[in-house]
């Protein structure tokens, strides 16, 4: 006696299914394990030998703000890259490598783009590294803080050291 097995529509179905599960689960499994840290490279491997050569100390490599703005029910979002924050002395820096569609520094680049670097990063400066020119432009801003704020500091500073006076008188003349 001779037996026949016709597959159904949906056995096949089941069987191509699983196979392609099985195919995803290998493939995610086996195939797609990079690297923890992937090596640097070009401008990024010139520049990083630089600042250690000149006794800049590396603390973040690839560091990025993301920033968030509302204007009604408007969001305009915008993400602040820096290739690496370094720290030489007690000054921490923001680098960023010029890349080479980079057309040069100009006072709205200044506004627009290093500024806001400047201040989400929390920095003392920013280095400017132009590995294929060989050149390095620091960047730095200053402001003048209009009079009635720098009042309002100094008032809140000697109220603070007028508090601290009274505390250790206090405790001096009660202990």
Same mark, same amino acid.
């Given at each position: 006696? *001779? $037996? ?6 949906? =056995? ?8 392609a599960m099985v195919y995803w689960l290998g493939k995610s499994v086996f195939f797609s394990k990079r690297p923890t840290e992937v090596p640097?490279? &070009? ?9 250690? =050569?000149?006794? %800049?100390?590396?603390? $973040?490599?690839?560091?990025?703000? *993301? ?7 408007? *969001? %305009?979002? /915008?993400?602040?890259?820096? =290739? ?8 921490? %820096? ?6 080479? $569609?980079?057309? &040069? ?5 200044? #506004? ?15 280095? #400017?590294?132009?590995?294929? *020119? ?9 402001? /003048?803080?209009?009079? @009635?704020?720098? #009042? ?11 508090? &601290? ?7 001096? @003349?009660?202990?």
């Amino acid at each position: 006696m *001779e $037996r026949t097995v016709i597959m159904q529509w949906r =056995d096949l179905f089941a069987l191509a299914g699983c196979l392609a599960m099985v195919y995803w689960l290998g493939k995610s499994v086996f195939f797609s394990k990079r690297p923890t840290e992937v090596p640097l490279r &070009g401008k990024l491997s010139a520049a990083r030998n630089w600042l250690d =050569d000149n006794g %800049y100390q590396i603390v $973040r490599v690839r560091d990025r703000v *993301e920033f968030a703005a509302f204007y009604g029910d408007k *969001e %305009y979002k /915008k993400s602040f890259i820096a =290739d690496f924050v370094v720290r030489k002395g007690a000054k921490y %820096y923001a680098v960023k490598l010029a890349s080479a $569609r980079d057309t &040069g520094v100009s006072g709205a680049k200044l #506004r627009e783009q290093w500024f806001p670097v400047y201040v989400v990063f929390g920095v003392q400066g920013i280095l #400017r590294i132009d590995v294929d *020119e060989e050149r390095v432009q620091v960047i730095d801003f200053s402001w /003048k803080t209009p009079g @009635h704020l720098r #009042r309002r500091a100094m008032m809140q500073r000697l109220g603070w050291f007028l508090l &601290g006076v009274l505390v250790a008188m206090a405790w001096l @003349h009660g202990g």
